[in-house]
Each structure stands twice: as structure tokens, then as C-alpha cells.
């Protein structure tokens, strides 16, 4: 199925820090959302953006929406080791009864060393 | 506020057989999805229900079932199993006004 292209696909930090992540696809979204998943656990969601170039924190999490709506990045600062988990970005289409329906990228998988 | 749940948490199953498994959205979320997630293909889209009505549909084989009740709740079905089937079903529900999701903790499913 498609999926959205995730880079990095894994990262190994030390802790303190910053981690950059990002997303892109080909097709347009109206939404981005950023998850967290844990073993043996679903995805939580972190962050959601919901305009072209919007700018969102959440603690120690920062993502941005793409200006050309195609792509998003997620930057962590200051690691710390409960940041260790698999980081997805989902694209969902316009609203309505798509909003259901997202589209995942990869995963990225953050190791933190303390 | 409780979250998603789903149940069961764990189950083996052999090929051939068929499985259901439930999810209860949180309250007040009237929308609920399904997703496939594999190692090898990552999370996929299933499909979603909203007032029981099936709203979108991934690309799964026709093996792959579900339904919504009046109360919200949601199953999926998958019938004849294959090795291929074994996977971390989750289940996800959301208020309508919103395009985030909340995932339950899913279904850990192993297909022999």
C-alpha cells in the first residue's frame, strides 16, 4: 500500500540531544499527525497540524506542517531516555469521511544512550 | 476518560480458521477505524465505520469484515486465515469534528 517516505529510519542519540526527523510524500495532505509507539502498545499521538506552514509544540516536541503540504518534520529537544519508541508521521486527505483514513510513513525507531 | 479498548489482547489462531476482535471507542467518538500493522508493510488502512455505516475501505482482501453498533463499538472479522494475516490489529476512534486518532493498544494476532 502507499505509504509516506520516513528519513531517518533509525537514529541512535545520546541523551540531551536534539533529534530531527522528517516525512514526505508525493501526493498533498490536509493533515499531518505525529505518533509515538511503544512496545506492545499503539501509537499516541503527539502532535497534530492542520495548515500549510503551521508551526506546533508540544513540551520538548516541535513539528511543522510543509509549505507545499507535502511534507513534515518533527524535532525533539534535549533527549531523554522515556523518548526511546518508534516515531510515525500520517497524512490524512481532505476531510469528511477521509479523515478516518491516514496514511503512515515508516517509522522512525530513537535509541537514547543515557 | 477511558481510552480505546480492545480485546483480546492476545490470541493464535490455525489457517482456515476466522477471527473477531472487538474495540470499544472512547466515549462520545462515533468514528472508529481499523488498521493492519507488519513488519513488512507497516501500518495499513483497513477501513472506518461511523453510525454503523462503512465510510472507507482499504485494500484488503474481501476475508477482512467489519461492523459498527448503535453504541459506537466495533468489530472486525477476518475469515479463512492465512499465515500472512498474523499481525497487531489496531483499532482507533475519533470525535467528528477532527481528523485525530486515538489508538487503542490492538489485537496481537498469530496466524500457525
Known amino acids: 500500500g502507499q505509504q509516506l517516505n520516513q528519513s531517518p529510519q533509525s537514529m541512535f542519540i545520546q541523551e540531551g540531544e536534539d533529534v530531527s526527523m522528517n516525512c514526505t510524500s508525493s501526493s498533498i495532505f490536509n493533515t499531518w499527525l505525529w505518533y509515538k509507539q511503544e512496545p506492545g502498545e499503539g501509537p499516541v499521538l503527539l502532535i497534530a497540524?492542520?495548515?500549510?506552514?503551521e508551526l506546533t509544540s508540544n513540551g520538548r516536541l516541535t513539528a511543522q506542517f510543509g509549505i507545499t503540504r507535502k511534507d513534515s518534520f518533527l524535532n525533539i529537544s534535549a533527549s531523554i531516555p522515556s523518548d526511546v519508541g518508534i516515531y510515525f508521521c500520517a497524512g490524512q486527505d481532505a476531510g469528511g469521511t477521509s479523515y478516518g483514513k491516514l496514511t503512515f510513513g515508516q517509522g522512525t525507531i530513537l535509541t537514547v544512550h543515557p | 476518560k477511558a481510552g480505546v479498548t480492545q480485546t483480546p489482547r492476545y490470541l493464535i489462531k490455525t489457517r482456515g480458521q476466522q477471527v473477531t476482535l472487538s474495540c470499544s471507542p472512547i466515549s462520545g467518538h462515533r468514528s472508529v477505524s481499523w488498521y493492519q500493522q507488519t513488519p513488512g508493510q507497516g501500518l495499513q488502512f483497513l477501513f472506518e465505520?461511523?453510525?454503523?455505516?462503512?465510510?472507507n475501505k482499504g485494500n484488503f482482501p474481501g476475508r477482512f469484515s467489519g461492523r459498527q453498533f448503535s453504541n459506537s463499538r466495533s468489530e472486525m472479522n477476518v475469515s479463512t486465515l492465512e499465515l500472512g494475516d498474523s499481525a497487531l490489529y489496531l483499532c482507533?476512534?475519533?470525535?467528528?469534528?477532527?481528523?485525530?486518532?486515538?489508538f487503542g493498544e490492538g489485537s496481537r494476532l498469530t496466524v500457525l
Open positions: 465505520y461511523f453510525s454503523e455505516t462503512q465510510r
Open positions: 482507533a476512534s475519533r470525535t467528528t469534528n477532527t481528523g485525530e486518532l486515538f
Open positions: 497540524l492542520y495548515k500549510a506552514g
